[in-house]
C-alpha cells in the first residue's frame, strides 16, 4: 500500500526566508504532483513531476523529485504572504490514482 | 478556465433527505472521475473511483448504499448522498483524468452541511 507522508504539517515563517516543504512516499511511481489549497477552496495544480531529477519553478516555489529517495521536495524562496496555504503532495500509483500527503500548512507572517 | 466543473458549490439540506453533486468534465472525455472527501483542516480522502459505463469501486469503509456515484456519460459523474446526516457535513472534491493529456484536473468543490 502507497503511503506518503510530508513534513512539517505546519510551518509559520517571516516574509523573505526560506524554507523546505518535504515529500516522501514508499512504493515506486513515476508520477508526483503538488497542489495548492487556499481555505474553503479546491486544489490548485502547482507542478508535476515526472522522472528522476525532474526540477520545476514557478516563481517563488521550485519543486524535485528523486525518485530513487522517493523524495520530492517544495522549496520556498524569500515567502511573501500570498504564498500562505496549505499545500498538498500527491503521488500517482499503480492503481491509476492519487495518494495524497498530510499537507503542510503554510502562514507567512509579515 | 476550469476543465472540471462541479455543482453546486455549496448546499445546505435537511437531515433525512438526498442531495446530489455533479462533476463535468469541460474540454475532455473522463472514463474515470474520482470522488474525495476532506475534513477541516485534513487531507484528501478518497471515496471511490467512478468508472465510465460500469460501477464505482469505493473505497474501504465507504458505504456504497449511502453514497451513490453515477458516471452515466464520458463528461459526467453524480455523487448522490443519501439519507444525509450531519455527519456527513463535509467538503467533497471531485476530479477526472484526462488520459490523453495524462493530467489529472480537480472540481472547485461542493460545501455540504446537512442541518
Known amino acids: 500500500e502507497l503511503k506518503v507522508e510530508q513534513n512539517p504539517l505546519f510551518l509559520s515563517m517571516q516574509e523573505g526566508k526560506n524554507y523546505t516543504i518535504y515529500c516522501n512516499y514508499s512504493?515506486?511511481?513515476?508520477?508526483l504532483y503538488w497542489y495548492r489549497q487556499d481555505p474553503g477552496k479546491s486544489l490548485e495544480s502547482l507542478f508535476v513531476?515526472?522522472?528522476?531529477?525532474a526540477v520545476k519553478q514557478e516563481g517563488r516555489l521550485m519543486a524535485s523529485l528523486d525518485t530513487k529517495a522517493r523524495l520530492s521536495t517544495l522549496h520556498i524562496t524569500a515567502a511573501v504572504h500570498d504564498l500562505s496555504a496549505t499545500y498538498f503532495c500527491?503521488?500517482?500509483?499503480?492503481?491509476?490514482?492519487?495518494?495524497f500527503g498530510g499537507g503542510t500548512r503554510l502562514m507567512v507572517k509579515p | 478556465g476550469a476543465v472540471v466543473s462541479q455543482h453546486p458549490s455549496w448546499v445546505i439540506c435537511k437531515s433525512g433527505t438526498s442531495v446530489k453533486i455533479e462533476c463535468r468534465s469541460l474540454?475532455?472525455?473522463?472514463?474515470?472521475m474520482f470522488w474525495y472527501r476532506q475534513f477541516p483542516k485534513k487531507s484528501l480522502m478518497l471515496m471511490a473511483t467512478?468508472?465510465?459505463?460500469?460501477?464505482?469501486?469505493?473505497e474501504q469503509g465507504v458505504e456504497k448504499d449511502k453514497f451513490l456515484i453515477n458516471h452515466a456519460s464520458l463528461t459526467l459523474s453524480t455523487l448522490t448522498v443519501t439519507s444525509a446526516h450531519p455527519e456527513d457535513s463535509s467538503f467533497y472534491i471531485c476530479?477526472?483524468?484526462?488520459?490523453?493529456?495524462?493530467?489529472?484536473?480537480f472540481g472547485e468543490g461542493s460545501w455540504l452541511t446537512v442541518v
Open positions: 476530479s477526472a483524468r484526462d488520459s490523453v493529456a495524462k493530467a489529472i484536473y
Open positions: 512504493t515506486t511511481s513515476d508520477r
Open positions: 513531476l515526472l522522472s528522476n531529477g
Open positions: 500527491a503521488v500517482y500509483n499503480a492503481g491509476n490514482m492519487l495518494t
Open positions: 474540454d475532455f472525455q473522463a472514463t474515470t
Open positions: 467512478s468508472n465510465e459505463g460500469s460501477k464505482a469501486t469505493y
